[in-house]
């Protein structure tokens, strides 16, 4: 197609110290990046044209998870959503 779809990207680190360091990373790397409430431990919102993307920090398995959707296919509540249950069935 012409529009970018859905990703997930896992990066499961040794230990929290690694894992802050990995989420410092890419929420630096990711453009128009924010802080919003979270979704699990640490989360930022992310954006670049028709792009989106979620990241956050699942502390109980030293992961950080980032979630992206072009919004042909959903919008930022929807994202939300997707990133939560990303979440919780990675309990």
Known sequence: ???????LQLFRTRNAQETKKRYDALH????????ISSVSGKTFFSYW???MHIG??????NMVV????GRSYCDSNQLMELAGTISD???
């Open 1 to 7: 197609g012409d529009a970018f779809g859905f990703a």
């Open 28 to 35: 630096a790397s990711y453009p128009n990046s924010q802080e």
């Open 49 to 51: 044209d028709e792009v």
């Open 56 to 61: 956050f920090v699942h502390p109980a398995k």
């Open 66 to 69: 980032v979630v992206s959707c």
């Open 89 to 91: 069935r990675l309990k």
